[in-house]
């Protein structure tokens, strides 16, 4: 068997988009410094990019979680693996992540952060499959909605390859 990746949104699409968002969040956020929290491994592309076409203050931080199951699928139960460096009393917080499927790593997320009394919180997603939906989650910034397949590229990965592609593509495996 052997695996190739079709184009579903080229780099360019994907670029244009990210500036897009970045200007909402922008306009949104104002004077005030925002703390952007990148889900680690998928989001570290999609939230340097997003850093880096914000207007203003930006921080970063980083937190690792996993989610069980084997390399195509998610389980319910979401564990996190490196938490944050600082605390985020009194500060506004962008989750950044690179896909929501299920719901679940986003709907935890959202509770455990909420706990830690940031002034504010908002969501942020690049991919967005809500075919997929197992909870609900609303998020306040979706790249792209996309149909229910299996995809990788610019951050996304199968059994750890593919981050890299600055495209995002299906995965197909051929006989
Ligand atoms: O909506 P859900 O069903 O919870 O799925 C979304 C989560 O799955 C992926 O992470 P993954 O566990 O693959 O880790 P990675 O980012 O390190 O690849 C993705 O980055 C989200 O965090
Ligand atoms: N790489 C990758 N990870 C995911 N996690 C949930 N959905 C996906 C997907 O389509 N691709």
Redesign the pocket.
């Known amino acids: 068997m052997t695996e190739s990746v079709r184009v579903l949104i080229p780099e360019e699409e994907v670029n244009k988009r990210i500036k897009e968002m970045a200007e909402k969040i922008s306009a949104d956020i104002g004077d005030e410094t925002i703390t952007l929290i990148c ?5 570290v592309f999609f939230s340097c990019e997003l850093a880096k076409n914000i207007k203003g203050s930006v921080m970063l931080d980083f937190m ?4 069980y ?1 084997d390399d195509t699928k ?1 389980s319910g139960v ?1 564990k996190i693996i490196k938490d944050l460096d600082d605390p985020l009393e009194g500060k506004n917080v962008l989750v950044v ?12 997320l959202l509770k455990n952060l909420k706990a830690r009394n940031p002034k504010s919180l908002r969501l942020c997603t690049l991919l967005d499959k809500p075919d ?1 939906r ?2 609900d989650v609303s998020v306040d910034y979706v790249g792209f909605e996309i149909p229910d397949e299996f995809v990788v590229g610019f ?3 199968y059994a ?1 390859r593919y ?1 890299n592609l600055p495209y995002i593509g299906v995965l197909e495996f051929n006989e």
């Open positions: 889900i680690l491994k998928g989001s690792s979680v996993t989610s199951g998610s979401v992540e690179d896909i929501i499927d299920s719901g679940r790593t986003l709907s935890y997929r197992v909870v951050g996304l990965d750890q981050r």
